[in-house]
């Protein structure tokens, strides 16, 4: 398939290889086109703009920071843009936005296919993320082969809105796992104890899960190389807090995750691990 990737960040670079080791004819763009440039390497064709990127393919795969990234950038591809394509939007972007993007492929004569992931780089790179994917059912075997090469498992949840929404209910989860490890480990330590003494305790039990240890880790070797940014995770828990908000439910833990993460970004963690909120939970 000639698949075009607009955005080659820390999700979408191995995106873009993983499918083009398939055997996918990929071209790829990214508004810093050094970023994009190892790409080439890799088997996929860097081009200058989302113009020459999207020309002539069957499958636009949009992974950008937000939603007014991807709606000036499928702005600027419009005028190459094939009426019969695909238009994929696996980025994190929110309610309204994905909203907006459903009436912009509208617009632009695309099919539209909500399908945000999830995973952080490490997945990505290994082609194991979950596809949470929304769209009407004759799409879905369009776009399977590219699912099938970027995740382990693909969930069709529905007409398109359903999977950010559904991304944002995960999403919560996870704000409110990182914000309470972050919190025991800087509890324990400043008790004087060993961190490490409390991911023992709960070990084996239910209690216990694998992020715990991942993210627990991670904050007691003080290893904060991001798969995931603070700023990125204060984006998606404003995301969180706006979804709760519209829904007429009241979120006290993702409105506190987003205070603890804004603290980091402001203390200078931003470009850190999202596990680096942790450093919030002091007061310099």
């Not at 950008?64 to 600027?76: H, K, R, S």
């Not at 008790?191 to 991942?214: E, H, I, N, Q, T």
């Amino acid at each position: 398939m000639k698949i075009a990737v607009l955005g080659t960040g820390l999700m979408g670079a191995p995106i873009a290889v993983n499918l083009a080791a398939a055997g996918h004819d990929v071209r790829v763009w990214n508004r810093t086109r050094s970023k994009a440039e190892p790409l080439a390497a890799r088997g996929a064709t860097v081009t200058d703009s989302p113009a020459a990127a999207v020309e002539g393919v069957e499958i636009v795969l949009t992974m950008l920071n937000d939603g007014a990234a991807v709606t000036a950038t499928m702005q600027d591809a419009s005028s190459a843009l094939p009426h019969d394509a695909v238009w994929i939007q696996a980025s994190t972007v929110g309610v309204d936005a994905t909203d907006d993007h459903v009436a912009l492929a509208r617009s632009l004569g695309l099919e539209f296919v909500d399908a945000p992931v999830l995973g952080s780089t490490k997945p990505a790179q290994d082609g194991t993320l979950v596809v949470l994917a929304a769209g009407a059912e004759e799409l879905r075997e369009r776009v399977q082969p590219v699912f099938d090469v970027i995740g382990a498992r693909t969930m069709w949840v529905g007409e398109a809105g359903a999977a950010s929404r559904l991304k944002l209910v995960a999403n919560s989860w996870v704000l409110a796992l990182t914000s309470a490890i972050g919190e025991a480990v800087a509890l324990a330590e400043s008790s004087g104890l060993d961190p490490k003494l409390f991911l023992d305790a709960v070990s084996g039990g239910p209690l216990d899960c694998g992020y715990l240890r991942l993210k627990g880790n991670a904050i007691i070797e003080r290893s904060f190389q991001p798969a995931f940014s603070v700023q990125n995770a204060l984006k998606d828990a404003l995301l969180v807090n706006e979804a709760a908000v519209r829904a007429g439910v009241q979120l006290d833990v993702a409105q506190a995750s987003g205070a603890r993460l804004n603290r980091a970004v402001t203390r200078g963690h931003g470009d850190e691990d999202m596990a680096a909120a942790y450093y919030a939970s002091f007061n310099s």
